[in-house]
T-cell receptor, first 113, second 111 residues
Framework: DAGVIQSPRHEVTEMGQEVTLRCKPI?????LFWYRQTMMRGLELLIY????????DSGMPEDRFSAKMPNASFSTLKIQPSEPRDSAVYFC???????????FGQGTRLTVV | GESVGLHLPTLSVQEGDNSIINCAYS??????FIWYKQESGKGPQFIID?????DKRQGQRVTVLLNKTVKHLSLQIAATQPGDSAVYFC??????????FGKGTRLSVIA
């Protein structure tokens, strides 16, 4: 397996634009997580899914953020409209479920100017 | 003055020496713990895990110790190498909750 695949690796966009980050979890994993990493706040959990169902989105900063998982092999994190303070590295991770390690993708470095 | 960013604890170790990275956790219900390594420009990478029914687990050059009494976790790296330079995170969870990550410790290996 190629591991968790995220795209794009880097994204530079202007304030106000819509940004969509993509993630392909490891095949067979039933939990998917979106994290954001910044110098100020470290690694923060934004939202996670079990069996494609969003379980806890309390970490999503604002209504500008939304995430979907239409099937077991694909998830998106969308920011609309984007703001400079959204600049961060966004990680997707997947796991086989309860009590197992999460495997991380390489991340998407988002810069909003 | 106001902090402008996370001040990661830094551990500087001479190449060949052993490293010990510590982590305190607060949730007494946590029953699963993981150490991750994050190199620059990469995602966190699993190193070793331990469950709450154990107090020690060994891997290749790494050992994790768990002290549930004082809610403390440590990662020991034997014969530290330059490739071990990275930020190390502990993570914990309980039941069906997602992993909660600590703030991280930067390990710097001096050649």
């Amino acid at each position: 397996d190629a591991g968790v695949i995220q795209s794009p690796r880097h994204e530079v966009t202007e304030m106000g634009q819509e940004v969509t980050l993509r993630c392909k979890p490891i095949s067979g994993h039933n939990s998917l997580f979106w994290y954001r990493q910044t110098m100020m706040r470290g690694l923060e959990l934004l939202i996670y899914f079990n069996n494609n169902v969003p379980i806890d989105d309390s970490g999503m900063p604002e209504d500008r953020f939304s995430a979907k998982m239409p099937n077991a092999s694909f998830s998106t994190l969308k920011i609309q409209p984007s703001e400079p303070r959204d600049s961060a590295v966004y990680f997707c991770a997947s796991s086989a479920g309860q009590g197992s390690e999460a495997f991380f993708g390489q991340g998407t470095r988002l810069t909003v100017v | 003055g106001e902090s402008v960013g996370l001040h990661l604890p830094t551990l500087s170790v001479q190449e060949g020496d052993n490293s010990i990275i510590n982590c305190a956790y607060s949730n007494s219900a946590s029953d699963y713990f993981i150490w991750y390594k994050q190199e620059s420009g990469k995602g966190p990478q699993f190193i070793i895990d331990i469950r709450s029914n154990m107090d020690k687990r060994q891997g290749q050059r790494v050992t994790v110790l768990l002290n549930k009494t004082v809610k403390h976790l440590s990662l020991q790296i034997a014969a530290t190498q330059p490739g071990d330079s990275a930020v190390y995170f502990c993570a914990e969870n309980s039941g069906n909750t997602p992993l909660v990550f600590g703030k991280g410790t930067r390990l710097s290996v001096i050649a």
